[in-house]
């Protein structure tokens, strides 16, 4: 099991990231962050971060794999 949390919390965050920046560019209206730059600076943040995680938690499963 070692590994999921990481890997589940990238999966969310660049789900989030993403949404976040279409919102940001005003391509997802119906929020108040629609339409707002700010957004569509965190988003792509957040996005990085995401995918780091998700690249930590692959290694760390397929390390744990190895040792078995």
């Known amino acids: 099991m070692k590994g999921w949390f990481r890997l ?3 999966l969310l965050a660049v789900v ?3 949404v976040w920046t279409l919102q940001g ?3 997802l209206r119906g ?5 707002d730059d700010i957004w569509a600076i965190i988003g ?3 996005v ?3 995918l780091l995680l998700l ?4 290694r760390a499963r397929s390390k744990a794999k190895r040792q078995q």
């Open 31 to 35: 929020s108040l962050m629609s339409g």
């Open 55 to 58: 690249v930590i938690g692959l």
């Open 16 to 18: 989030v990231g993403l």
């Open 48 to 50: 990085a971060i995401g």
């Open 44 to 46: 792509p943040v957040l």
């Open 8 to 10: 589940t919390l990238g």
């Open 25 to 27: 560019l005003g391509y």
